[in-house]
């Protein structure tokens, strides 16, 4: 029995199918459609994220602090904010960012760069230190090694935390690498290096179910909203 | 001159990241009568997350104009590609105008930008969000190829790789629960879904956390590094100069 179509009349689902046929026309091999759908991604994406830049960072933390008069043409009802000095730092910083395209002027395009390199060193050195590296830590060994439940002795429970303790521990003395790994020692980073394959092999996997999750998705676009075969 | 082309970046970089750290160990002041070293700590914490958000939006402007020069040169130069480049350069100015009007939303300039009708998430339906589902979806047919060659089981960790990523493909699909039903009740422990679940609540989670420890140690030093100076590409800019 052959499926009846029942074609979109919708603009949207049309330019959305059409694209994503362009896309899927590379596996065939590279050509003119699919480098037309790639430079209009290229080209929406960049513009797209300037915008919601635009309006949801500049517009708010900067535009609206150094004049607040503006604010009366996207909240024409909320009063009008006080002007605020701090606001020129950051404007300052982001002009100077955008001497780099001006090759006599580009060293000062490091200012801003410097800026935001120490915020992120300041940030993920704390951040890191907290949540990767101590809670981490205390997941592993704080939780206990005997848990039990009414009074009874989970055992399952107990072999499994043993087995991710041994495991963290000889995947951190396989990233070792100021002392030789033989021995003892290499036994220990062996063990390591194979629970680091199975954690590769598991995320792997589970990327696959993702793409192919992201496939099922569009075919399910293409059969259903636009063919209305589904 | 030279001086101040080095050591000023230097300089913020130091002070910015020493205000941060500082901040984490300070608690946050109640009143306008905490030590101006307490309020200054604070004032760091609240302000500069915001003024690198800033600069991440000039950021964008800065690769935007970048792109737009890029393709007026390929357009100028009459190169093979130079009617992609007119197709890239109609697309950018068409959404940016589209956006920076908020074509389509509420009145004006009021209201979200991607406010229901409003053409800019019109776009985002349409466009860029099946342009990026299939384009990610593409890889589902080449990392196929790519694991065949990979996984070619040679040795013992390769094979650990492969069993575990098969199994955990298994255990998440109904068919690959369906070849294990015959697995009887005592032993159910041995079916797919649950050496799956197994897999990634046990080793998975030692690795992970080895890979997470090592990182946070990692990033932790680079930070240090940079802080102190040593690192030389955020000193010079990236340029060596």
Redesign the interface.
Known sequence: MIAAFDLSGD???W???L??LM??S??WRDNPFY????????????????????????WP??VLKLFPAAGR????EAPVGAWDP?AL???A???L??A??WPRLS?L??????????????????R??RS??LY??Q??IGTGLAPTAGGRWLWQESL?QL??????????V??VNTREQKGAYGRVARW??????????????????G??A??V??FQ?LLGPWLGIL | MRDV?QR???I??????????AS?FVARPGDGSAPAVQRLLAFADQ???????????????????N?VATHLVKIRDRGP?RY??A??????????A???A?LGGPP???GD??APGSW?S????????????????????Y?ASA?YRAFRARS???S??????????LG?IPAGRYLTTWIPEPVAFLRVEELSLW???????????????????G??A???R??AGVEKD?RS??DG?
């Open positions: 603009l949207q689902v330019i959305g199918a694209l994503t896309v899927f590379f596996l480098k037309f759908a790639e430079h209009v991604f290229v080209g929406v994406s960049a513009a797209y994220w300037m915008v919601m830049g635009f309006w949801t960072t500049l933390a900067l043409w996207s909240s024409p701090v730092i950051p404007a910083l982001g002009l960012m955008l780099r395209l060293w395009g490091k200012w801003p760069t410097a800026f935001a390199l120490g915020t992120t060193a300041g940030y993920s050195l704390v890191y230190l990767d590296f981490q830590i997941a592993t499994a087995l991710v303790l041994a495991g963290t521990v000889s995947g951190l396989y990233f390591g290096l194979l629970v680091l394959m199975i954690t590769f092999g598991a995320s792997f996997g589970s990327a696959v179910m793409r192919v992201l496939l998705g569009r676009e | 082309k000023v970046p230097q913020i970089l130091t002070v910015t990241a020493l205000l941060l750290i984490a302000e500069f997350a915001t003024w690198f958000s800033i600069l991440t939006v000039f950021a964008f402007l800065l690769g935007g104009l792109l590609d992609y480049s197709v890239t350069l109609v697309s950018f100015v068409v959404v940016l589209v956006g920076m908020k004006g300039l009021q930008v991607t800019l019109a776009v985002f339906d349409a466009v860029l969000s099946p342009l990026h589902a299939t384009l990610y979806s593409l890889l589902a047919f990392i694991s013992l960790e390769s650990l790789l492969l069993a575990s990523a098969l199994v955990v493909l998440r897999i990634l609540r046990v080793p998975n989670t030692a690795g992970q956390r080895a890979l997470m420890i090592g990182i946070a140690l990033v932790i680079l930070a240090v940079m802080i955020p800019g990236g100069s």
